[in-house]
């Protein structure tokens, strides 16, 4: 697969979401965190799954919301995601589903 794309904005959105992912499993037994990319309709759709808690829509929040500002505890993990994706026409869709895990869908 090649995408047509600025790659370190892409891996700094990759790198970001795999660090979230990383740290929602620690402790956890059998953790588990996938990449996987496809082709779909022509575009190509990345994925980060993995089988932690599951995201809270609160946490979500500096992912769909620029007012909101980032704080030395939370740093600024999703705000960048959010700022470089759309920098690079990358849409993202979340499907949490509590206590199973989290995944990350980028449509670029």
Known sequence: MVLNTDEYFLKTVMRNLT???V?????????SIQWSA????GKAVLSITD????????????????????????GLGLHLVRDLSKAI?????VSPTPGRGTQFLLTL
């Open 51 to 74: 089988n932690g808690p599951g995201i809270t829509e609160a946490q979500l929040q500096p992912l769909y919301d620029q007012s909101l500002p980032s704080s030395l505890k939370g």
């Open 38 to 41: 496809r082709e779909e309709g």
């Open 89 to 93: 026409g990358c849409m993202i869709t």
């Open 19 to 21: 660090s979230n992912a």
């Open 23 to 31: 740290k929602s499993l620690i402790g956890r037994p059998h953790a």
